[in-house]
């Protein structure tokens, strides 16, 4: 079902690194092959600055339609926009301006890329692209599926030296364009820098977007329902129906299913969702009183819980089948939004034992409780950064509103990365511990933003509607 091939002997000395099939199937989650193996022959060439240790500036026109139908032209033109952009994301690659890009004469093909003039423009690096259409029935990423398939070829080009730094090649119907870029993102970041970027991943989250009301109940409520899209808020996709409150969702370690909070049968309990497989979703507690904000253990085997099963809310887990349920808080304050340290080995969550609203943090086992924050006016929504990082992202009480603050668990040092505009809560670390998801009143209605963990790059996800409490999957497994 895939093809991994290399190549070789191009032009001006280049290397090609490695080629890969991109096999998309409609109305089902793309697949993506392994990158390709190292090969023998190939020479590892990583592209800098002018000075010593500095990032190399990038150009990046539009990619070269080959074929001059429309929908090729469509995907060159779609993969360049979504590729400067996943890599503006980034902010690893300064990226020169679109109006200064447009001066350059246009190259034709990977050969007559005009390098003199790129370094007139002080230009480190060219990323060239092709688009191609092509015809191959015993290609399993293109036979028997309805749509146009395109060959995609992109190459760095070092604009000192002339050689590639980096190439890759993928086959695959013409409208994972969007994916083909998100692709060449994560691999040129990864093949240069050794940093695994974002561009692939998920984010999950709720909203009232479909403009259905609640039933069975005595407030004239709107429904809400968990949805997931793109990194970038593209390509969203509803995961639960029904006129109910389906909220908290959390995605599994490998990316696959999803576990959220619904009250369709009533009180509040946990569903889990195999989102990929068409399955229905399998409830995983069956108990009187609450279960709510179900987060997944970093292995994938366990998920911690809060539930009002004892009384109060108290932090539970259980295994990722509903079995084994255990009980690590037992106070009769409530302790609630538990998250896990990135080895597995504690847990922090919000208590209010101690009058206002703080994170806590305990060992796995509910052993060893004890205060981390001070907030004046209240902390809450604790969630911890994935390795080698070692902070935990919260919500805080910062005048009308909240605030996301960032707590160094090993120095106790707290930075504070967004400004009091609107009220800001319910942080996310995206899998690479660079950036955060979070809702934010600021531009009226609850939406997602995203920022840099500097604080910087604020950008808004989602529009319209209200769209709430995101939470950052950790991409493909490659």
Known sequence: MMRISSAAGLRCGAVF???????????ARQQL????????????????????????????????ALSNDAETVDAARTISNVLRSDLEFEREFPLI????????????????????????????????????????????????RGQGC????????NARTRQSAFGRQYDGVVTSKRLFAHRISDELHMQQLVLRGVARTKLTFNSDRTGERMIDTIENRGAKN?????????????????????????????????????????????????????????????NAGENVLPVWSPDGTRIAFSSTRSGTHQIYIMNSDGSNVQRLTNDRFSDLTPTWSPG?????????????????????DGLNQRQLTHEGQGADRATWSPAPFNEIAYSAGTGPGQDIKILEVATGRIRQLTDGKGSNESPAFAPNGRHLAFTSTRAGKEQIFTVGSDGKDLRQITKGSNNRQANWSQGPRD
């Open 17 to 27: 690194v490695s080629a890969a099939t991109l096999i998309a199937t409609p109305g």
């Open 33 to 64: 092959p392994p990158s390709a193996p190292s090969q023998q022959n190939e020479i590892q060439i990583v592209i800098s600055g002018d000075q010593p240790g500095s990032a190399p500036r990038l150009a990046v026109p539009d990619f070269i």
């Open 97 to 144: 301006p679109g109006d200064i890009v447009a001066t350059v004469p246009a190259a034709k093909s990977m050969f007559d890329v005009p390098f003199d003039r790129w370094r007139e423009l002080n230009v480190d690096g060219i990323l060239i692209g092709t688009a191609q259409k092509v015809e191959k029935p015993d290609d399993p990423a293109c036979s028997g």
């Open 150 to 157: 395109v060959h995609i070829e992109v190459r760095l080009f």
């Open 226 to 286: 968990i949805f997931y899209a793109d990194y970038d808020g593209e390509n969203v996709t509803q995961v639960t129906t029904g006129r109910s409150l389906n909220i908290h969702s959390t995605w599994s370690p490998d990316g696959r299913a999803i576990v959220y909070t619904s009250y369709r049968g009533g009180p509040a309990d946990i569903y889990r969702s195999r989102i990929f497989e068409g399955l229905p979703p399998l409830q995983l507690t069956k």
């Open 344 to 364: 597995g080995t504690e847990i922090a969550f919000t208590s209010d034992r101690t009058g206002g609203s703080q994170v806590w943090l305990m060992s796995a």
